[in-house]
């Protein structure tokens, strides 16, 4: 009687779901969704490899690029508009040379002239202390700052600089070198070292104002104890190019 209460018993009662069964379903469903995810996402496209997914460095390279098409573009324009304004604008031959003067001094003209030219490179990424007493280079200590390629442009201009082109962009009153790491940007385009700063002027004016700098005194002092690349060239005649950029100021507002 009570075996066949038992069996009664038994019989009634709904399955039990033990939790390894359960766990194992939800491990598959799970599985599941992400392989959908996955090749939602991808669309038959290799997700690691895919060329549209640009690095920020990559995206940086095509800007800068693009910004030397544009400024090539600019200052083709401007040339094509001050060839027309040439013709007949009513100037006398005084006003034209107070204006050629002007463009002179605000270095949007080339420029030509003797000229020195001052290459700073990055230590060996290996390098070690050369001279005695100097600890081992931390990595700040065996790459360009910004400071390094200031230092450079403000002796050049102490030292009687008529102009002066960094890599191959004219600097004019509202240039600034900066630097992001060890890469410089100017006026919009971006270059890594070695940079050249080439400046048109006395020679031996510019090239004794760069060893009177106690800035670029410092800077010596890592050229000789880790390598840093420092190198001064003569390049007799030069031609410096126009500053072909915008001339716009940019500067904040107060909000209203």
């Known amino acids: 009687m009570s ?16 939790p390894v069964r359960v766990l194992t379903g939800a491990v598959f469903a799970l599985a599941g969704l992400i392989f959908f995810t996955s090749f939602n996402t991808a669309k038959g496209t290799n997700i690691r490899t895919d060329a549209s997914l640009l690095k920020l460095s990559d995206l940086i390279q095509e800007r800068s690029h693009k910004n030397g098409e544009l400024d090539e573009s600019n200052g083709s324009l401007r040339d094509d508009v001050e060839s027309l304004a040439q ?36 230590a ?37 600089a008529e102009g002066i082109k ?12 900066r630097c992001v790491g060890n890469t410089l940007i100017l006026q919009g385009r971006v270059y890594s070292p070695p940079y050249k700063v080439t400046a048109v002027g006395d020679p031996d004016k510019l090239k004794n104002a760069l060893a009177a ?44």
Do not use: C, F
């Not at 031959?93 to 002179?104: F, G, Q």
């Not at 960094?166 to 070198?177: E, F, G, K």
């Open 3 to 18: 075996n066949s209460a038992d069996s009664h018993k038994g019989a009634g009662r709904r399955p039990r779901w033990r």
């Open 87 to 122: 013709r007949d604008n009513g100037s006398t031959k005084a006003d034209d040379a107070r204006l050629k003067a002007l463009e002179e001094n605000a270095g949007t003209k080339k420029l030509s002239g003797k000229a020195v030219t001052v290459t700073l490179a990055d």
């Open 124 to 160: 060996p990424p290996n390098a070690t202390a050369k001279l005695p007493g100097y600890p081992e280079p931390q990595p700040n200590d065996l790459v360009i700052h910004q400071q390094d390629l200031q230092a450079v442009v403000n002796a050049l201009w102490q030292g009687g």
């Open 166 to 177: 960094v890599m191959d962009q004219r600097l004019i009153s509202t240039s600034a070198v």
């Open 213 to 256: 700098s106690p800035e670029i005194q410092n800077y010596m002092l890592y050229v000789n104890a880790y390598g840093l690349g420092w190198k001064v060239d003569d390049d007799g005649a030069v031609t410096l190019p126009g500053y072909s950029g915008t001339v716009d100021l940019h500067y904040a507002k107060s909000a209203e």
